[in-house]
Nanobody
Framework: QVQLVESGGGLVQAGGSLRLSCAASGRTFSTVAMGWFRQAPGLEREFVAAISWSGDSTYYGDSVKGRFTISRDNAKNTVYLQMNSLKLEDTAVYYC???????????????WGQGTQVTVSS
């Protein structure tokens, strides 16, 4: 059984930065794709970023391109989301997802973490 635990969320001022982490256990981490989604109150879950098993390929949602960076450390079974130049509209619960491939991750097919709250204030 796969377990994903997110951390690093919190309260930050607009323009600031945060780094989210997602630690995985229970499955061979280095052969799977990983990603991040977010969900704000009253809105649908939104794709944020995804990364291939090797880390060579990364993908981003339009709203975060140029500001967020996804990376992974297979030795630590951890994926990261570095968030810079945060905006009020980045406020959401951020979820980590693990899947067999990037297309499946982007289709929200995989195992999910419990989420971590990110709040951006003015």
């Amino acid at each position: 059984q796969v377990q994903l635990v997110e951390s690093g969320g919190g309260l930050v001022q607009a323009g600031g930065s945060l780094r989210l982490s997602c630690a995985a256990s229970g499955r061979t981490f280095s052969t799977v794709a990983m990603g991040w989604f977010r969900q704000a109150p009253g809105l649908e879950r939104e794709f944020v970023a995804a990364i291939s098993w090797s880390g060579d390929s990364t993908y981003y949602g339009d709203s975060v391109k140029g500001r967020f960076t996804i990376s992974r450390d297979n030795a630590k079974n951890t994926v990261y989301l570095q968030m810079n130049s945060l905006k009020l509209e980045d406020t959401a619960v951020y979820y980590c997802i693990l899947g067999s491939s990037v297309p499946l991750v982007r289709s929200q097919l995989g195992s999910w973490g419990q989420g971590t709250q990110v709040t951006v204030s003015s």
